[in-house]
């Protein structure tokens, strides 16, 4: 008996591919499936995890839909998914909230800060708001350097803790035990997988998007937006190259998940992935428009709209897809470990 219907379908499904095991070369789900006879919950949302979502399984399965044995494990295992962030998620009183309203609370947390600061400065001294700032140290003319680090070292902390707990709250779920380090091979092996997106290829042939064909445009979407979203914190240079890496990666994403066959999809939740990738957009492009308008009176307003943006991205962070990144981490650490317990490498 597993906590939840999902979970029972997961159990189910993976009973009959480890029967059948056509599918286990094209990615690390069917290994690791294969390493197990019995599915605890734990092991389910671990393989949850895993998955990478490239469909690959769905259009190569014999028995999907309309099959009677109606096997669709990117699908069970999209909302196995988000049915465990849920139950990680930290504090608790968050957990269904978001998934349903993510979008929405985004953006009223944006315009909420960005309103407060506008209307505090405004307030204030109207000439700080519009006026015109040029030379290093001119956006702390709207908020002043230790304002700008305490409010938004307060919320990047916060949200910190919160993925710590959640990722906390993982590890133990899939038995291992917390504080138990994992060793240096299995964290540089994950590493490499997750920064490569290694299997989110369907097994080399690519990505199954909105038919049979596929493609390798989620995963070039995916590396675009990820190592934009890295660039933009690296150095201040990089920023202008990381900023459009993050404008064209996102949307991208949102057109390709737009088209994405909906049997494959948890289709209850796709506002909190809608949430954060039109998240990590509006701050690439609220960021843009700041350096481009950066000598005019419009420098101000935007500001405040820019921090607003940020702001929202950190608090949301830990209740967002952003998740899935840290939970997938996790579970390629554990996978890297099992099979050096094997003796692959
Ligand atoms: S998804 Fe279908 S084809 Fe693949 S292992 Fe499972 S049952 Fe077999
Ligand atoms: S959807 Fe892709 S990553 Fe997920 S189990 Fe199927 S083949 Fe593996």
């Known amino acids: 008996m597993h906590g939840t219907r999902i979970l029972e379908e997961a159990d189910r499904l993976m009973t009959v591919c480890n029967s059948c095991r056509y599918c286990e070369g094209l990615c690390a789900v069917f290994p690791a499936m294969e390493m197990r006879r019995a599915f605890s919950d734990g092991d389910l949302n671990y393989l ?34 988000a049915e465990s962030w849920a139950a990680y998620v930290w504090p608790q009183a968050f957990a269904g909230v978001f998934a349903r309203n993510g979008v929405a609370i985004s953006i009223i947390t944006a315009l909420s800060v960005a309103a407060f600061i506008f209307g505090f400065a405004a307030l204030n001294d109207r000439q700080v708001l519009f006026g015109i700032h040029t030379g290093p140290g001119a956006f702390y003319a709207l908020m002043p350097h230790n304002a700008m680090v305490a409010l938004f070292g307060a919320a990047f902390l916060y949200a910190i803790l919160a993925l710590v707990m959640g990722v906390r709250a993982f590890w133990r779920d899939i038995g291992e035990p917390v504080g138990t380090p994992a060793d240096p091979g299995s964290l540089w092996q994950a590493m490499k997988d997750a920064a490569g997106l290694r299997y989110l290829d369907g097994g080399g042939a690519g990505c199954v998007n909105e038919d049979e064909r596929p493609s390798d445009r989620r995963k070039i979407y995916h590396h675009l937006t990820f190592y934009g979203f890295l660039l933009c914190f690296a150095a201040t240079s990089l920023a202008t190259l990381g900023g459009i890496a993050l404008l064209v990666g996102p949307a991208g994403l949102l057109v390709e998940k737009s088209k994405r066959d909906p049997a494959l999809i948890d289709q209850q939740r796709t506002g909190m992935d809608v949430a954060f990738i039109l998240m990590l957009f509006l701050t690439s492009i609220t960021g843009m428009a700041v350096l481009v308008w ?19 991205l950190f608090i949301t962070m830990p209740y967002g897809k952003f998740v899935h990144g840290i939970y997938r981490y996790a579970a390629l650490v554990r996978y890297a470990r099992e099979r050096r317990q094997m003796g692959h490498t």
């Open 294 to 312: 950066r000598d005019s009176a419009a420098m101000g307003p935007l500001l405040a709209l820019h921090l607003g943006v940020v702001f929202a």
């Open 48 to 81: 949850a995890n895993l998955c990478h979502a490239c469909g690959a399984c769905y259009t190569d399965c014999q028995f999907s839909p309309p099959h009677e044995y109606n096997v669709n494990v990117p699908k069970t295992f999209a909302i196995a998914r």
